[in-house]
Each structure stands twice: as C-alpha cells, then as structure tokens.
C-alpha cells in the first residue's frame, strides 16, 4: 500500500479528481486529498472525505499539533496534483507556501506528478510555459495537459487527461525509478512509431486468423514515449485496450495494412518499435463470401508466408532511426530465449530486440512482464516489473544505444 497525498486544485477538472481517488483507492492506496481552497469551491469537502475515509484540511492551521504541512510532504510515497491550475503552479514554481497544498509540495521528497488543467491561453502563456519548465528542471513530472473540451464552448489543448491514464501514470512512477527521465522528457523533438496488438488474416468477410495479443505493451510503450516529450504514431492493429488521447493513431486490420502504415509513417520516425503481433501467414485466397459447410469431414486453409514488416524496415532504415524488435518466443530457459533472441536480433537487423516467453499464458493480456533487453553489441537486460515499467525501460535501453552510436 502506497500513501500518495492527492493535491486539487480550483479548475472545473476538479470534479475528475474524485475518479482519480476512488480508482487509486481500489487500487489499494492510502489517499490524503489537499484541496485548495478554490478547489472546494468546485467540489465539497466531504465528497473528498468520504471518499479517501480521511479528514480533509486546505491550511497548515487546522490539526497543527500533528504538524500536517512537514509531516504529510514527508511521509508520501507520491504527491499527484490533479488538476495543477495555472496559479498553482505559478505558487508551485515560485517555491510559496501559501497554504496546505504548496507547504507539501515543498517538504515532498518522493516522485511529484503535476497535471495541468486550463484554457488554452493561459497554458500556451509564457509564463506558465516558464514554469513548467522550472518544475520539470527540479525533477518534477508535469503532464502535458491533452486537447478537447474545455469549460464553456471552448475547444483546444488544456484539458486533464482521463483518470485512468493518470492513475496508470501514477502507479507506474510508483513502482518503477522513471521520474527522473520523465521529468528531464529526454525524447522531446523525436518522433516514435510504435506498432501494436495482433493483426487478423481474412479467411472470409466473417472469420479470420488472430492471436492472443492484446496490444498493452505496445500502446504502454506510446505512453511512456509522450510522457518523456516525444511525439508518438500508434500503429494499432487490434488493440483491448485505451490508448492515451495524445497520440497519432493509424488503426489497421492485416499484416498487409501493418506493412503499408508502418512504412509510411516510418519514414519519417527517430525511433520505431515494432511490438504488434504479425502474423506470420495470411490465407492464399481469402474467400469474398462467407464460407459454407461443405458436407464433408473438413477444409483446408491454403496459407502464404506474410512479408516481414520489422526485416522491411531496417533494410530501410535511415541514418539516425532506432529499430526495435520483439521476440515472442515458447522457451522457458533464460539462456536458451536469449541465444534466440540474439539470433533473430541479427536476422532481423534491428537494434535492439526485447525477447519474452510467452508459454502459458505468460504474457499476453497480462499487466506484468518479464523481458530481456537484447543489442548489437551482445549486452542484455533483463526487466520484471509491470509493462508500463518495463515500456520505460525499453525507452532507457534505445536512448543509451543512441547515445552510444553518436
Ligand atoms: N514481425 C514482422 N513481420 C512479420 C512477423 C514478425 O515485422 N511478418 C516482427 C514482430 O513485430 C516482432 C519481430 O518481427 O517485432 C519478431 O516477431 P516473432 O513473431 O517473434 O518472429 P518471427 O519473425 O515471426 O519468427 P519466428 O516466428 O519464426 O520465430
């Protein structure tokens, strides 16, 4: 169980900020909430109250014999302040401490996540774009806030994004040692291609052949690419679950759609991360009408290899591009996937290959993972943790590669 002090803010986000807190008390976390006080004026007390099933305080006065403005920045294992409006962060910045929400942001020394909700202008102003970037230079994750419905009629960037992509966030800054990256967003000016899910070959107009892929550690990967500054195309074969709103997102059916896109939009990527399950056959002739029985004991499938989208890509790899490949393989000794990984490594002419075993139900649709990280140089990494852990630290193996090849 993790204590994470929720800070809140005055915006109309702040209704989203109780999703936010029943999700993580499901979760199992111990919530404080800290509004301010304008955030009441959006939200009552006692909705933050009954539903963390603590007190609710927004000045270091009230219950001051147990020293709440040191105490509840001292003992979080994250403060997450959603939404940050334009003056909390301005107060956030400026280092005040003005009232309960900003004493924590300044006693904190776990993971801070900031996630701005405003109008457009203001979030575009320089002197929040100042900020942010003080914040974000003092280790501290801002969110770029996602593009929509604002209050009123108006439409454009400033919205907070979904709460479950928060808590998702949140959890993953939790677990895993990624702030520091996410905070530095040392992927920012470079564009990331990441394919993801399982494709489906057309038998007929209702039947087709899939596979197990759920499309997580893919769409994880896109997440953990924006949340580190880059700008991100989700190539997203069949995909269960949600991607973040701020991506590019070209959806695609068959390996033959997966090729066309990937290659498309590859041309123009620093970074592609072929993590879609292809298939590796496509029926010869798939049927325009729904095929019928045909009164005997069975039918057989004519099947045709399908081109190799990821070995298509490296042969036309620009100066600069970063490859990454994935290996789904059944071999549960370590040494035995990693030599096959190495093999389809070079095989593959990718950079870096993240080999998994994906025997009994291991991996796909799973929350958790455990990955070895493969490159050129014969180096290997080996990654337990959640996928939104192990998407970063894919991330942190194709920033070192570059970094090493330049
Ligand atoms: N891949 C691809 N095009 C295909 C098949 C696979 O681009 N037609 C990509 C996958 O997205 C993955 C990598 O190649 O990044 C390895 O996929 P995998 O299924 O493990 O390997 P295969 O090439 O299919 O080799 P094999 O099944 O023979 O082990």
New binding site residues.
Partial sequence: MSRIVLGVSGGIAAYKACEILRRLREDGHDVTVVPTENALRFVGETTFAALSGKPVATDVFTGADAIPHVRLGREADLVLVAPATADLIARQAAGRADDLLTNVLLTATCPVLVCPAMHTEMWLHPATTQNVATLRSRGIVVLDPASGRLAGADNGIGRLPEPAEIVGIAEALLEGDISTRAAERDLTGLSVVV?AGGTHEAIDPVRFIGNASSGRMGVEIARAAVLRGARVTLVAAHVDVPWPSSVDVRTVAS?ADLATAMTETAASADIIV?A?A?A?FTPIAPSGEKLKKSGGDGMSLELIQ?????AGLTRARRAGQTIV?????TIADETALVAAGRA?LSR?GADLLVVNDVSDHKVFGMSDTTVMIVDTAGACGRVAASKAVVAHRILDAVVNHRAMAN
Avoid at 306 to 310: G, K, P, R
Avoid at 325 to 329: K, V
């Fill in positions: 394919s390996t072929m879609a292809v590796d399908t081109t190799d989208v990821l490949g994935f290996a789904a393989e389809k593959k």
